[in-house]
Protein backbone atom coordinates (compact mmCIF):
# COMPACT_ATOMS: atom_id res chain seq x y z
CA UNK A 1 0.00 0.00 0.00
CA UNK A 2 1.28 3.86 -0.89
CA UNK A 3 0.42 6.60 1.00
CA UNK A 4 -2.22 7.25 3.23
CA UNK A 5 -4.62 10.68 2.21
CA UNK A 6 -7.17 11.61 5.42
CA UNK A 7 -9.45 14.27 4.25
CA UNK A 8 -11.30 15.59 6.88
CA UNK A 9 -13.39 18.70 6.83
CA UNK A 10 -10.67 20.55 9.56
CA UNK A 11 -7.11 19.94 9.56
CA UNK A 12 -4.54 20.57 12.35
CA UNK A 13 -0.89 20.69 13.92
CA UNK A 14 -0.44 17.09 14.73
CA UNK A 15 1.17 18.37 18.10
CA UNK A 16 -1.98 20.41 19.17
CA UNK A 17 -4.21 17.24 17.38
CA UNK A 18 -3.00 15.14 20.69
CA UNK A 19 -4.18 17.51 22.61
CA UNK A 20 -8.12 17.92 20.93
CA UNK A 21 -8.28 14.23 21.25
CA UNK A 22 -11.19 11.85 19.76
CA UNK A 23 -10.12 10.97 16.17
CA UNK A 24 -7.66 13.83 15.46
CA UNK A 25 -5.30 11.68 17.97
CA UNK A 26 -5.90 8.35 15.51
CA UNK A 27 -5.38 10.49 12.87
CA UNK A 28 -2.26 12.04 13.85
CA UNK A 29 -0.92 8.33 15.03
CA UNK A 30 -1.87 7.05 11.54
CA UNK A 31 0.64 9.78 9.77
CA UNK A 32 3.47 10.07 11.92
CA UNK A 33 3.76 6.18 11.81
CA UNK A 34 3.76 6.19 7.49
CA UNK A 35 3.55 8.43 4.77
CA UNK A 36 0.71 9.84 4.00
CA UNK A 37 -1.18 13.66 3.56
CA UNK A 38 -3.75 15.28 5.81
CA UNK A 39 -6.13 17.48 3.61
CA UNK A 40 -8.88 19.90 4.49
CA UNK A 41 -10.04 23.59 5.87
CA UNK A 42 -7.59 25.00 7.76
CA UNK A 43 -10.25 26.50 9.75
CA UNK A 44 -9.70 30.16 7.98
CA UNK A 45 -12.40 32.35 6.82
CA UNK A 46 -11.84 35.09 3.75
CA UNK A 47 -13.36 37.13 1.93
CA UNK A 48 -15.36 36.02 -0.80
CA UNK A 49 -12.74 37.41 -4.25
CA UNK A 50 -10.22 35.86 -1.71
CA UNK A 51 -10.17 32.39 -2.75
CA UNK A 52 -6.55 30.62 -3.56
CA UNK A 53 -6.19 28.34 -6.35
CA UNK A 54 -4.41 26.05 -4.80
CA UNK A 55 -3.99 24.03 -1.47
CA UNK A 56 -1.00 25.41 0.68
CA UNK A 57 1.07 22.84 1.51
CA UNK A 58 2.99 21.85 4.46
CA UNK A 59 5.66 19.48 5.27
CA UNK A 60 5.36 17.71 8.91
CA UNK A 61 8.48 17.78 11.46
CA UNK A 62 9.18 14.61 12.83
CA UNK A 63 6.17 12.99 10.64
CA UNK A 64 8.21 10.75 7.93
CA UNK A 65 7.24 11.49 5.02
CA UNK A 66 3.75 13.07 5.68
CA UNK A 67 2.12 16.56 5.09
CA UNK A 68 -0.87 18.90 5.79
CA UNK A 69 -2.31 20.41 3.01
CA UNK A 70 -5.34 23.13 3.26
CA UNK A 71 -7.38 25.66 2.06
CA UNK A 72 -9.69 27.97 3.60
CA UNK A 73 -13.38 28.82 3.17
CA UNK A 74 -14.98 31.81 1.62
CA UNK A 75 -17.82 33.66 4.10
CA UNK A 76 -20.22 32.16 1.54
CA UNK A 77 -18.85 28.92 1.43
CA UNK A 78 -18.45 28.95 5.30
CA UNK A 79 -22.54 29.98 5.58
CA UNK A 80 -23.65 27.26 2.86
CA UNK A 81 -21.93 24.44 3.39
CA UNK A 82 -20.30 24.75 7.12
CA UNK A 83 -23.11 26.33 9.12
CA UNK A 84 -25.74 25.59 6.47
CA UNK A 85 -26.15 22.31 4.75
CA UNK A 86 -23.79 20.67 6.90
CA UNK A 87 -24.79 21.72 10.05
CA UNK A 88 -28.38 23.09 9.54
CA UNK A 89 -29.48 20.20 7.72
CA UNK A 90 -26.82 16.74 7.56
CA UNK A 91 -25.91 17.12 11.71
CA UNK A 92 -29.80 17.48 12.73
CA UNK A 93 -31.56 14.95 10.42
CA UNK A 94 -28.52 12.51 11.57
CA UNK A 95 -29.33 13.04 15.27
CA UNK A 96 -33.36 12.62 14.49
CA UNK A 97 -33.78 16.29 14.87
CA UNK A 98 -35.91 17.13 12.08
CA UNK A 99 -37.54 19.69 13.90
CA UNK A 100 -33.93 21.76 13.86
CA UNK A 101 -33.11 21.22 10.12
CA UNK A 102 -33.60 23.92 7.90
CA UNK A 103 -33.88 22.59 4.04
CA UNK A 104 -32.50 25.88 2.57
CA UNK A 105 -31.88 25.11 -1.52
CA UNK A 106 -28.67 27.71 -1.20
CA UNK A 107 -26.99 25.06 1.30
CA UNK A 108 -26.74 22.30 -1.00
CA UNK A 109 -25.64 24.51 -3.72
CA UNK A 110 -22.48 25.66 -1.69
CA UNK A 111 -22.18 22.41 -0.07
CA UNK A 112 -21.47 20.82 -3.70
CA UNK A 113 -19.31 24.00 -4.83
CA UNK A 114 -16.79 23.00 -1.41
CA UNK A 115 -16.66 19.80 -2.54
CA UNK A 116 -16.20 20.56 -5.94
CA UNK A 117 -13.41 22.61 -4.79
CA UNK A 118 -11.89 20.62 -2.64
CA UNK A 119 -11.69 17.42 -5.30
CA UNK A 120 -10.09 20.05 -7.66
CA UNK A 121 -7.33 21.12 -5.53
CA UNK A 122 -6.70 18.03 -3.62
CA UNK A 123 -6.41 15.65 -7.47
CA UNK A 124 -3.22 17.67 -8.02
CA UNK A 125 -1.63 15.94 -4.90
CA UNK A 126 -3.21 12.44 -5.82
CA UNK A 127 -0.03 9.71 -6.48
CA UNK A 128 -0.99 6.48 -8.69
CA UNK A 129 -0.68 4.04 -5.56
CA UNK A 130 -2.49 6.17 -2.70
CA UNK A 131 -5.17 5.44 -0.45
CA UNK A 132 -7.64 8.13 0.32
CA UNK A 133 -9.99 8.06 3.67
CA UNK A 134 -12.58 10.78 3.78
CA UNK A 135 -14.06 11.29 6.95
CA UNK A 136 -17.23 13.07 7.78
CA UNK A 137 -20.59 14.20 6.95
CA UNK A 138 -19.23 17.22 5.52
CA UNK A 139 -17.78 15.49 2.55
CA UNK A 140 -20.10 13.01 1.63
CA UNK A 141 -19.67 14.43 -2.02
CA UNK A 142 -15.99 14.15 -2.68
CA UNK A 143 -15.52 10.42 -3.89
CA UNK A 144 -17.82 11.19 -6.73
CA UNK A 145 -16.46 14.80 -7.41
CA UNK A 146 -12.71 12.76 -7.59
CA UNK A 147 -14.40 9.98 -9.74
CA UNK A 148 -15.27 12.53 -12.26
CA UNK A 149 -12.05 13.79 -12.57
CA UNK A 150 -10.86 10.62 -13.49
CA UNK A 151 -9.24 9.29 -10.01
CA UNK A 152 -9.58 5.70 -9.50
CA UNK A 153 -7.47 5.01 -6.22
CA UNK A 154 -9.41 3.22 -3.26
CA UNK A 155 -11.50 5.75 -1.95
CA UNK A 156 -12.57 4.93 1.60
CA UNK A 157 -15.41 6.77 3.75
CA UNK A 158 -16.13 6.67 7.33
CA UNK A 159 -19.13 8.33 9.16
CA UNK A 160 -18.16 9.26 12.65
CA UNK A 161 -22.31 10.36 13.44
CA UNK A 162 -25.05 8.34 13.34
CA UNK A 163 -26.90 7.21 10.63
CA UNK A 164 -30.32 7.76 11.25
CA UNK A 165 -33.65 5.56 10.60
CA UNK A 166 -34.45 5.31 6.30
CA UNK A 167 -37.84 7.21 7.15
CA UNK A 168 -35.76 10.02 8.59
CA UNK A 169 -33.04 9.75 6.35
CA UNK A 170 -35.62 10.30 3.10
CA UNK A 171 -36.64 13.53 4.57
CA UNK A 172 -33.91 15.35 3.20
CA UNK A 173 -34.46 16.50 -0.06
CA UNK A 174 -31.58 15.86 -1.73
CA UNK A 175 -31.75 12.04 -0.65
CA UNK A 176 -31.01 10.53 -3.65
CA UNK A 177 -27.98 12.38 -4.30
CA UNK A 178 -26.59 11.60 -1.13
CA UNK A 179 -27.26 8.04 -2.38
CA UNK A 180 -25.22 8.60 -5.48
CA UNK A 181 -22.52 10.09 -3.95
CA UNK A 182 -22.01 7.38 -1.08
CA UNK A 183 -21.92 4.94 -3.78
CA UNK A 184 -19.02 6.22 -5.49
CA UNK A 185 -16.45 4.68 -2.44
CA UNK A 186 -15.49 1.23 -2.40
CA UNK A 187 -16.00 1.12 1.68
CA UNK A 188 -18.25 3.26 4.05
CA UNK A 189 -17.26 2.34 7.50
CA UNK A 190 -19.72 3.43 10.42
CA UNK A 191 -19.39 2.60 14.32
CA UNK A 192 -22.62 0.36 14.79
CA UNK A 193 -24.36 -2.36 14.14
CA UNK A 194 -27.71 -0.68 13.18
CA UNK A 195 -25.82 2.53 11.94
CA UNK A 196 -25.03 -0.21 9.12
CA UNK A 197 -28.29 -1.84 9.27
CA UNK A 198 -30.22 1.74 9.11
CA UNK A 199 -28.42 3.20 5.94
CA UNK A 200 -28.59 -0.26 3.99
CA UNK A 201 -32.30 0.17 4.69
CA UNK A 202 -32.02 3.69 3.19
CA UNK A 203 -30.57 2.32 0.26
CA UNK A 204 -33.06 -0.41 -0.59
CA UNK A 205 -36.03 2.64 0.23
CA UNK A 206 -34.14 5.63 -1.54
CA UNK A 207 -32.45 4.18 -4.81
CA UNK A 208 -33.31 0.40 -4.69
CA UNK A 209 -30.55 -0.84 -3.53
CA UNK A 210 -29.18 -4.91 -3.73
CA UNK A 211 -27.44 -6.70 -1.83
CA UNK A 212 -25.08 -9.37 -3.05
CA UNK A 213 -24.29 -13.17 -1.85
CA UNK A 214 -20.76 -11.78 -0.49
CA UNK A 215 -22.08 -9.05 1.57
CA UNK A 216 -21.29 -6.33 -0.35
CA UNK A 217 -24.26 -3.47 -1.50
CA UNK A 218 -25.28 -2.83 -4.85
CA UNK A 219 -26.22 0.75 -5.42
CA UNK A 220 -27.18 2.39 -8.84
CA UNK A 221 -24.24 0.23 -11.01
CA UNK A 222 -21.63 0.46 -8.43
CA UNK A 223 -20.87 -2.20 -5.62
CA UNK A 224 -19.64 -0.84 -2.33
CA UNK A 225 -18.91 -2.31 1.38
CA UNK A 226 -20.66 -0.87 4.54
CA UNK A 227 -19.12 -2.13 7.86
CA UNK A 228 -19.12 -1.46 10.77
CA UNK A 229 -15.64 -0.16 12.77
CA UNK A 230 -15.92 1.16 16.16
CA UNK A 231 -13.53 3.99 16.99
CA UNK A 232 -11.19 3.64 19.67
CA UNK A 233 -8.80 5.36 22.11
CA UNK A 234 -5.37 4.99 22.94
CA UNK A 235 -5.49 3.59 26.43
CA UNK A 236 -2.20 3.56 27.47
CA UNK A 237 -2.27 7.78 26.92
CA UNK A 238 -4.99 7.55 29.72
CA UNK A 239 -3.54 4.67 32.17
CA UNK A 240 -1.05 6.82 33.17
CA UNK A 241 -3.73 9.68 34.52
CA UNK A 242 -3.25 10.94 38.19
CA UNK A 243 -5.78 11.94 40.99
CA UNK A 244 -5.80 16.18 40.99
CA UNK A 245 -6.26 18.19 44.22
CA UNK A 246 -9.18 17.95 45.78
CA UNK A 247 -11.58 20.15 44.08
CA UNK A 248 -14.89 20.18 45.38
CA UNK A 249 -16.40 22.56 47.03
CA UNK A 250 -17.35 21.46 50.18
CA UNK A 251 -15.99 20.63 54.01
CA UNK A 252 -16.52 16.99 53.94
CA UNK A 253 -13.27 15.71 52.44
CA UNK A 254 -15.72 12.49 51.34
CA UNK A 255 -17.72 14.60 48.59
CA UNK A 256 -18.03 12.74 45.26
CA UNK A 257 -17.79 14.19 41.87
CA UNK A 258 -19.80 13.70 38.76
CA UNK A 259 -18.12 14.58 36.15
CA UNK A 260 -19.61 15.07 32.43
CA UNK A 261 -17.48 16.34 29.78
CA UNK A 262 -19.67 16.96 26.36
CA UNK A 263 -19.82 19.49 23.37
CA UNK A 264 -22.33 22.51 24.18
CA UNK A 265 -24.79 20.62 21.40
CA UNK A 266 -28.08 19.47 21.63
CA UNK A 267 -27.68 15.81 20.79
CA UNK A 268 -25.54 15.78 23.81
CA UNK A 269 -28.78 16.01 26.18
CA UNK A 270 -27.27 18.08 28.75
CA UNK A 271 -30.37 19.53 29.93
CA UNK A 272 -31.89 16.01 30.59
CA UNK A 273 -28.78 15.53 32.37
CA UNK A 274 -29.23 18.55 35.20
CA UNK A 275 -32.72 17.60 35.75
CA UNK A 276 -31.88 14.17 36.74
CA UNK A 277 -29.10 15.21 38.92
CA UNK A 278 -31.87 17.90 40.52
CA UNK A 279 -34.15 15.24 40.95
CA UNK A 280 -31.38 12.92 42.23
CA UNK A 281 -30.85 15.48 44.88
CA UNK A 282 -34.12 16.12 45.48
CA UNK A 283 -35.21 12.53 45.85
CA UNK A 284 -32.14 11.65 47.71
CA UNK A 285 -31.75 14.29 50.12
CA UNK A 286 -28.87 12.44 52.37
CA UNK A 287 -26.46 12.65 49.60
CA UNK A 288 -26.45 16.83 49.40
CA UNK A 289 -23.38 18.28 50.48
CA UNK A 290 -21.69 14.93 49.47
CA UNK A 291 -21.97 14.83 45.41
CA UNK A 292 -21.48 17.58 42.79
CA UNK A 293 -21.75 17.59 39.07
CA UNK A 294 -18.71 19.51 37.30
CA UNK A 295 -20.29 19.72 33.68
CA UNK A 296 -17.52 20.72 31.32
CA UNK A 297 -19.16 22.36 27.97
CA UNK A 298 -16.95 23.56 26.02
CA UNK A 299 -18.69 25.80 23.01
CA UNK A 300 -19.25 24.69 19.50
CA UNK A 301 -21.02 25.83 16.09
CA UNK A 302 -21.77 29.48 18.26
CA UNK A 303 -23.11 31.17 15.08
CA UNK A 304 -26.17 28.38 14.49
CA UNK A 305 -29.33 29.52 16.28
CA UNK A 306 -30.15 26.05 18.52
CA UNK A 307 -26.39 26.37 20.37
CA UNK A 308 -27.45 29.84 21.85
CA UNK A 309 -30.65 28.04 23.10
CA UNK A 310 -29.29 25.41 24.84
CA UNK A 311 -26.39 27.81 26.19
CA UNK A 312 -29.32 29.63 27.71
CA UNK A 313 -31.53 27.03 28.55
CA UNK A 314 -28.08 25.42 30.66
CA UNK A 315 -27.62 28.13 32.12
CA UNK A 316 -31.16 28.51 33.30
CA UNK A 317 -31.14 24.83 34.83
CA UNK A 318 -27.91 25.28 36.89
CA UNK A 319 -28.76 28.71 38.17
CA UNK A 320 -32.46 26.79 39.48
CA UNK A 321 -30.72 24.01 41.08
CA UNK A 322 -27.94 25.53 42.92
CA UNK A 323 -30.62 28.15 44.08
CA UNK A 324 -32.77 25.44 45.23
CA UNK A 325 -29.96 23.08 46.90
CA UNK A 326 -26.97 25.08 47.08
CA UNK A 327 -25.47 26.34 50.69
CA UNK A 328 -22.80 29.17 50.93
CA UNK A 329 -20.02 26.53 50.99
CA UNK A 330 -21.13 24.29 49.02
CA UNK A 331 -22.39 24.25 44.78
CA UNK A 332 -24.18 21.29 43.62
CA UNK A 333 -23.25 22.24 39.79
CA UNK A 334 -20.21 23.36 38.38
CA UNK A 335 -21.19 24.16 34.80
CA UNK A 336 -17.81 25.03 32.81
CA UNK A 337 -18.57 26.90 29.58
CA UNK A 338 -15.30 26.46 27.85
CA UNK A 339 -12.62 23.88 26.49
CA UNK A 340 -10.17 21.86 29.12
CA UNK A 341 -6.76 20.66 28.55
CA UNK A 342 -6.57 17.00 27.98
CA UNK A 343 -4.14 16.25 30.37
CA UNK A 344 -5.96 17.94 32.90
CA UNK A 345 -9.45 16.23 31.96
CA UNK A 346 -7.47 12.67 31.92
CA UNK A 347 -6.25 13.56 35.81
CA UNK A 348 -10.31 14.88 36.24
CA UNK A 349 -11.63 11.32 35.41
CA UNK A 350 -9.92 9.75 37.30
CA UNK A 351 -10.54 11.85 40.71
CA UNK A 352 -14.10 11.66 39.90
CA UNK A 353 -16.13 8.66 41.07
CA UNK A 354 -18.75 8.77 38.42
CA UNK A 355 -18.77 9.48 34.77
CA UNK A 356 -21.69 10.91 33.27
CA UNK A 357 -22.13 10.37 29.74
CA UNK A 358 -25.68 10.14 28.65
CA UNK A 359 -26.30 11.96 24.77
CA UNK A 360 -30.14 11.47 23.19
CA UNK A 361 -27.90 10.38 20.35
CA UNK A 362 -24.08 10.01 19.49
CA UNK A 363 -22.44 8.46 17.39
CA UNK A 364 -19.23 7.03 19.47
CA UNK A 365 -19.05 9.18 22.62
CA UNK A 366 -15.11 8.32 22.91
CA UNK A 367 -15.16 10.39 26.65
CA UNK A 368 -16.87 7.32 28.10
CA UNK A 369 -13.57 5.37 27.30
CA UNK A 370 -11.10 7.84 27.74
CA UNK A 371 -13.11 7.97 31.65
CA UNK A 372 -12.88 4.39 32.29
CA UNK A 373 -8.51 4.12 31.06
CA UNK A 374 -8.08 6.97 33.49
CA UNK A 375 -9.46 5.09 36.41
CA UNK A 376 -7.74 3.45 39.26
CA UNK A 377 -7.63 -0.20 38.66
CA UNK A 378 -7.83 -0.68 42.54
CA UNK A 379 -10.45 1.59 42.89
CA UNK A 380 -12.22 2.50 39.85
CA UNK A 381 -15.14 4.87 39.28
CA UNK A 382 -18.53 4.01 37.55
CA UNK A 383 -19.37 5.29 34.32
CA UNK A 384 -23.22 6.03 33.28
CA UNK A 385 -23.82 5.84 29.89
CA UNK A 386 -26.42 6.84 27.66
CA UNK A 387 -28.14 3.18 25.38
CA UNK A 388 -28.19 5.61 22.84
CA UNK A 389 -24.44 6.36 22.59
CA UNK A 390 -22.53 4.37 19.78
CA UNK A 391 -20.36 3.23 22.86
CA UNK A 392 -22.99 1.37 24.63
CA UNK A 393 -22.48 -1.33 22.01
CA UNK A 394 -19.37 -2.17 23.92
CA UNK A 395 -19.40 -0.86 27.33
CA UNK A 396 -22.30 -3.32 28.15
CA UNK A 397 -20.83 -3.21 32.17
CA UNK A 398 -21.48 0.61 31.88
CA UNK A 399 -24.56 1.82 33.89
CA UNK A 400 -26.95 1.85 31.21
CA UNK A 401 -29.74 4.49 31.11
CA UNK A 402 -32.35 6.03 29.31
CA UNK A 403 -31.68 9.60 28.76
CA UNK A 404 -34.97 10.47 28.43
CA UNK A 405 -36.25 9.47 31.58
CA UNK A 406 -34.73 11.60 34.12
CA UNK A 407 -36.22 8.78 37.04
CA UNK A 408 -33.82 6.15 35.61
CA UNK A 409 -30.57 8.43 35.56
CA UNK A 410 -31.52 9.80 39.05
CA UNK A 411 -31.54 6.12 40.12
CA UNK A 412 -28.52 5.34 38.36
CA UNK A 413 -26.72 8.10 40.38
CA UNK A 414 -27.53 6.83 43.57
CA UNK A 415 -26.65 3.01 42.29
CA UNK A 416 -23.42 3.93 41.05
CA UNK A 417 -22.79 5.76 44.39
CA UNK A 418 -23.51 2.68 46.55
CA UNK A 419 -21.66 0.33 44.22
CA UNK A 420 -19.60 -2.04 45.97
CA UNK A 421 -15.56 -2.50 45.06
CA UNK A 422 -15.39 -5.44 43.94
CA UNK A 423 -18.62 -5.03 41.40
CA UNK A 424 -17.02 -1.38 40.30
CA UNK A 425 -13.13 -3.41 39.77
CA UNK A 426 -15.36 -5.96 37.80
CA UNK A 427 -17.03 -3.69 35.54
CA UNK A 428 -14.26 -2.00 34.99
CA UNK A 429 -11.56 -4.84 34.24
CA UNK A 430 -14.37 -6.00 31.66
CA UNK A 431 -14.72 -2.52 29.92
CA UNK A 432 -10.99 -2.58 30.06
CA UNK A 433 -10.45 -5.31 28.06
CA UNK A 434 -12.90 -4.20 25.53
CA UNK A 435 -11.42 -0.75 24.99
CA UNK A 436 -7.98 -2.08 24.95
CA UNK A 437 -9.01 -5.06 22.12
CA UNK A 438 -10.16 -2.05 19.74
CA UNK A 439 -7.80 0.90 20.56
CA UNK A 440 -7.34 3.11 17.50
CA UNK A 441 -4.40 1.58 16.33
CA UNK A 442 -6.69 -1.36 15.38
CA UNK A 443 -9.48 1.03 14.11
CA UNK A 444 -7.29 2.68 11.39
CA UNK A 445 -5.50 -0.55 10.55
CA UNK A 446 -8.93 -2.69 10.24
CA UNK A 447 -10.27 -0.10 8.35
CA UNK A 448 -6.91 0.40 5.86
CA UNK A 449 -7.09 -3.17 5.55
CA UNK A 450 -10.28 -4.22 4.53
CA UNK A 451 -10.07 -1.06 2.16
CA UNK A 452 -7.43 -2.63 -0.06
CA UNK A 453 -9.57 -5.97 -0.01
CA UNK A 454 -12.53 -4.06 -0.58
CA UNK A 455 -11.43 -1.85 -4.05
CA UNK A 456 -9.49 -5.16 -5.28
CA UNK A 457 -13.56 -6.36 -5.21
CA UNK A 458 -14.63 -3.87 -6.66
CA UNK A 459 -12.30 -3.86 -9.82
CA UNK A 460 -13.53 -7.64 -10.53
CA UNK A 461 -16.22 -8.39 -12.68
CA UNK A 462 -18.64 -9.87 -10.42
CA UNK A 463 -22.29 -11.40 -11.36
CA UNK A 464 -25.72 -9.66 -12.06
CA UNK A 465 -26.84 -7.59 -8.71
CA UNK A 466 -29.34 -9.61 -7.09
CA UNK A 467 -32.86 -7.74 -5.65
CA UNK A 468 -33.02 -7.12 -2.03
CA UNK A 469 -36.44 -8.32 -2.96
CA UNK A 470 -38.03 -9.55 -5.50
CA UNK A 471 -40.79 -8.13 -7.44
CA UNK A 472 -43.44 -10.37 -7.34
CA UNK A 473 -44.06 -10.67 -3.34
CA UNK A 474 -44.99 -13.97 -3.08
CA UNK A 475 -41.92 -15.01 -4.69
CA UNK A 476 -39.66 -13.08 -2.45
CA UNK A 477 -41.01 -14.17 0.69
CA UNK A 478 -40.19 -18.24 -0.87
CA UNK A 479 -36.80 -17.96 -2.33
CA UNK A 480 -35.29 -14.55 -0.92
CA UNK A 481 -34.06 -14.03 2.71
CA UNK A 482 -35.75 -11.63 4.77
CA UNK A 483 -33.74 -8.12 4.86
CA UNK A 484 -33.66 -7.97 8.59
CA UNK A 485 -32.06 -11.76 8.42
CA UNK A 486 -29.61 -10.72 5.89
CA UNK A 487 -28.07 -7.90 7.46
CA UNK A 488 -28.25 -10.15 10.95
CA UNK A 489 -26.00 -12.78 9.28
CA UNK A 490 -24.19 -9.59 8.11
CA UNK A 491 -23.20 -7.87 10.82
CA UNK A 492 -22.27 -11.36 12.29
CA UNK A 493 -19.22 -11.80 10.06
CA UNK A 494 -18.61 -8.41 10.87
CA UNK A 495 -18.22 -8.65 14.70
CA UNK A 496 -16.50 -12.08 14.02
CA UNK A 497 -14.25 -10.43 11.69
CA UNK A 498 -13.45 -7.94 14.06
CA UNK A 499 -13.20 -10.16 17.33
CA UNK A 500 -10.62 -12.37 15.73
CA UNK A 501 -8.85 -9.12 14.50
CA UNK A 502 -8.74 -8.14 18.23
CA UNK A 503 -7.38 -11.52 19.65
CA UNK A 504 -4.42 -11.24 17.05
CA UNK A 505 -3.52 -8.37 18.18
Not at 105 to 126: K, S
Not at 306 to 318: H, P
Not at 390 to 399: F, H, I, K, T, Y
Amino acid sequence: MGRIIVVSNRVMDLRKAAQAGGVAVAIADLLRTRPGLWFGWNGKVVGNGDIPDQADLKHVKRAGRSGLATLPLTEEEHRDYYLGYSNSVLWPVFHNRLDLAQFEADFYAGYIRVNQRFAHALRAHIQPDDHIWVHDYHLIPLAAELRRSGVTNPIGFYLHIPVPPSQTFLAIPEHRELARALAAYDLIGLQTRADVANLIQFFEDSVSGRILQDGRVGVFDQRLRIERFPVGIDADDFVKASPVAPLVQSNDDGAQRIVGVDRLDYSKGLPQKFRAFGRFLEKYPQYRRNVVLSQIAPPTRESVEAYTDIRQTLEALSGKINGMFGELDWVPIHYIYRSTPRDRLRDIYRSSGIGFFTPLRDGMNLVSKEYVASQDPNDPGVPILSRFAGAAEQLVDALIVNPYNVEEMADAIKTALEMEKPERIERYTRLMEVIRGYDTATWSRSFLARLESAAEERARVVAPLTPLRSPCPKAAHAATPSLSSRLNKFSGKVSRAANSLSRSE
